[in-house]
T-cell receptor
């Protein structure tokens, strides 16, 4: 059991505010990635961290930023919130990514943080 | 970049029948194709995956086939059960270090 934990589970913000979402795992895996899942859609890749360095980014603006800490926990920060940022944000460990990824692997997702922007 | 398309978006089958979900991808560099099951309010969980050097993989009632030439892969569930009801996502991974997910198929198994 990889035990990926995300917090908070639900939160409500207003436009223009900032939010920080957190992720940790029992296994302390060195690769963590974040996904945005809008209602009725598949997860969209935001970015990935490997050993505290960002090593992959999807098509998201710079106001989406992240951190990975020495204990491999991670944060996703979103500034200047917009209505379209309302979604389920999923953290995942694993996936096979690394400094020179060749093969994908299983992603272990957390339960997600559901963000509502009003 | 990669583009993954998934069909159908919804699928209803009678218990015991088979279900097939299809995905296409655009980037020939993609080399790993997992399928995830997401129950309502739960996290996505891997149910089966296939790598580009394999054409078919089976795990009990679940199988995945891959056609690299046509750039499509399919999930097959046989002898469906009510607990198979969920949303299923296909995905493609390439050496750009990124997973691209399909838009999901909501499967309902009718008892």
């Amino acid at each position: 059991e990889t035990g990926v934990t995300q917090s908070p589970t639900h939160l409500i913000k207003t436009r223009g505010q900032q939010v920080t979402l957190r992720c940790s795992s029992q296994s302390g895996h060195n690769t963590v990635s974040w996904y945005q899942q809008a209602l009725g859609q598949g997860p969209q890749f935001i970015f990935q961290y490997y050993r505290e360095e960002e090593n992959g980014r999807g098509n998201f603006p710079p106001r989406f930023s992240g951190l990975q800490f020495p204990n491999y926990s991670s944060e996703l920060n979103v500034n200047a919130l917009e209505l379209d940022d309302s979604a389920l944000y999923l953290c995942a460990i694993g996936g096979g990514g690394g400094p020179t990824p060749l093969n994908g692997g299983e992603l272990f997702f957390g339960e997600g943080s559901r963000l509502t922007v009003l | 970049g990669e583009n993954v398309e998934q069909h159908p978006s919804t699928l209803s089958v009678q218990e015991g029948d088979s279900a097939v979900i299809k995905c296409t991808y655009s980037d020939s560099a993609s080399n790993y194709f997992p399928w995830y099951k997401q129950e309502l309010g739960k996290r996505p969980q891997l149910i089966i995956d296939i790598r580009s050097n394999v054409g078919e993989k089976k795990d009990q009632r679940i199988a995945v086939t891959l056609n690299k030439t046509a750039k499509h892969f399919s999930l097959h569930i046989t002898e469906t059960q009510p607990e198979d009801s969920a949303v299923y996502f296909c995905a493609a991974f390439n050496t750009g270090n990124q997973f691209y997910f399909g838009t999901g198929t909501s499967l309902t198994v009718i008892p």
